[in-house]
């Protein structure tokens, strides 16, 4: 309903696979052309949805392959009895609505009137009162499905991510243009009255300046922006971007586009403005859909509407009407010029993104000194959004006034003494660039003890922030290990994990595993393409992660695998063949391709080569076999939007955090920190970031195979099966309970 968004297929799919198929349970979405068709009717079945998110002959499609539209009709009663009695017709009773809040207000209408409606209906001769007695309350449950991400709520909307990818995309390429010819470019991007896009953007590219309707400029925006431009010039930057919401205004309400930026900017500089800019299917809408269904099962007619949101690394139940009504309450307090509360009401992530670009952008280092060293290293293998995260490290770190240090090559690099002095300028333009600007090592620290003592005496480091992988904990622990030798160890340790294997424990996310995993899904897509187009084929895919199976996983569900092997959940021949016969059954339908994954590590007898063997000899005659090992190629790239911002308000808050430690261990000009909390690991952890420190976190740690002891994403692993078809049953123990948004939308975020 409403307009159309990436990855409302994937939600459809879940549903209708997972459990949709007669529970009589209907998507708004899935009666062509939403409320407008649910008039007339349409029903969808489990090969409708699996040609349609997963077609043969091209990759998965953003949009809705299931028609959406705004129903005038709907809005008048007479409509919406014509829809109770299709709905009652088809023995509907449970009904998932994806779309923005006027169709989820819409649909909670429909469900209040639903009495009446079958009543009325029972009167003209409609329905029978036997029918309406077998559909005597309807279940809804809302799912958001916008780029703007202005539903209240949720930290994600359905589609956002992707109109992220578009943007930043859009970003990069005129990166390169801007700083050949000095140009400043303003891009004016969607969100109507909301500046989610601008501001995610902005923080994820390093904008100089961004125009959000929550937060109106001073009314000499002009000249503070040309003076802004011109420091930035003067400190030897080839390139300025500004980037402008659509709904942007100013304190008295008038619109500011890019077209007056650009006049305000032309008598100064070169300026550019290209076209209004929006939208890889993110595995979050197969974990929305599962909990959708299940919350419609669960329906009863005393549970009241409620809206499947995302917060943090969950999905969460929340009454529908209160979203709505909190989202409202925002358009009211613009209007009202209301601003604070307006930031206040969109939410704690909100604020959050927007208190670190103010940091970040509009506050210098002060002429005050703190007197404190603060260096910063890369430990491991190279993760993109590194470098984001160094950046914000290293300029927070300058804003709290400290002397911020950049070590190369790791912890080798700070025995040998590569570490040298790094400014703001020096990282101006390290948020888009993967890789490692700092260059990391995987060496341990424990055989240099004597040689980082001395460095650290040498350069006065009084804190030391490690962003990387497993040897980045492994390396931590060995420092805190050898405090009781070395005294110049004992400084407070932070570290940031980031690695695409997502192995680091105390964490559920690390920085990289976001663009690692859109790597592996758009190769599988551009894989899957091939196979259709030969037909009758299976592309056996390895993939990185080394003992974890996160990237296998989730990429499975992302790109509609067949099979995932990883090395968390032991497999037998037994399996492998009843994965083959599986693929067997599969070519007899129109889905002739099948896309089997295999983590690097789940298995030492049963390699890519054996898999890819057994495959090819079990399906002679059926279909034919591929394989494909995806290599290093994981570790590259520009870092999504996400890994962007995740490194830069990890480095942010890390620099915070280790800025009271090293106050509250200072004694007399010294620093002696030698508690286990002066050690810690910044991780996110379901829908907070938590400093943890890191000798707790060795309990819960496999070290012989790199990985922590629980890992949450594995309670996912049946999605992945039922998606392909398999029958098993998905366990349900866990259920979610009703949420309340009123109480959290007030709480204040804690200060950076």
Known sequence: MGEMDRGMDTEVDTGVDGHGVDTGMGWVDGHRGGHKDRMGGWTQGWTDTRTAIHPPAIPPQGGTVIGSARCQDFRAREGRLRAARNLVKRGITNLCVIGGDGSLTGADTFRAEWGGLLADLVKTG????????????????????????????????????????????????ITTTAQSHQRTFVLEVMGRHCGYLALITALACGADWVFIPESPPEDDWEEHLCRRLTETRDGGSRLNIIIVAEGAIDKHGKPITSDDIKTVNEGTWRCQSPQEVTAPVSPQASRMGVEAVMALLEGTPETPACVVSLSGNQAVRLPLMECVQVTKDV????????????????????????????????????????????????????????NAA??????????????????????????????????????????????????????????????????????????????????????????????????????????????VSNNVPGSDFSIGADTALNTITNTCDLIKQSAAGTKRRVFIIETMGGFCGYLATMAGMAAGADAAYIYEEPFTSRDLQANVDHLIEKMKTTVKRGLVLRNECCNENYTTDFIYNLYSEEGKGVFDCRKNVLGHMQQGGSPTPFDRNFGTKMGAKAVAWITGKIRECSRHGRIFANTADSACLLGMRKRSLVFQPIAELRQQTDFEHRIPKEQWWLRLRPILKILAKYNIELDTSETAHLEHLTHKVLVPEATL
């Open 126 to 173: 409609g329905i029978t009162a036997e029918e309406a007695q077998r559909s005597s309350h309807l279940n809804i449950v809302g799912m958001v499905g916008s780029i703007d991400n202005d539903f209240c709520g949720t930290d994600m909307t359905i589609g956002t991510d992707s109109a992220l990818h578009r943007i930043i995309e859009i970003v990069d390429a």
């Open 331 to 386: 358009t009211t307090a613009m209007n009202e010029g209301r601003f604070e509360d307006a930031l206040k009401l969109r939410g704690r992530s909100f604020q959050n993104n927007w208190n670190v670009y103010k940091l970040l952008a509009h506050i210098r280092p002060p002429a005050t000194k703190s007197g404190y060293t603060v260096a910063v290293m890369n430990v491991g293998a190279p993760a993109a959004g590194m």
């Open 390 to 499: 160094v950046r914000a490290t290293v300029r927070i770190g300058l804003i709290h006034g400290h002397r911020m240090l950049a070590v190369h090559d790791g912890f080798e690099g700070l025995a040998f003494g590569l570490v040298e002095e790094i400014s703001w300028n020096a990282v101006g333009s390290w948020t888009g660039l993967g890789g490692s600007k700092l260059g990391t090592k995987r060496t341990l620290p424990k055989k240099y003890f004597e040689e980082i003592s001395a460095n650290i005496i040498k350069f006065g480091i009084h804190g030391l922030i490690i962003i990387g992988g497993f040897e980045a904990f492994t390396g931590c622990l060995e420092l805190v290990e050898g405090r009781a030798r070395f005294e110049e160890l004992c400084i407070p340790l932070c570290i940031i994990p980031a690695t």
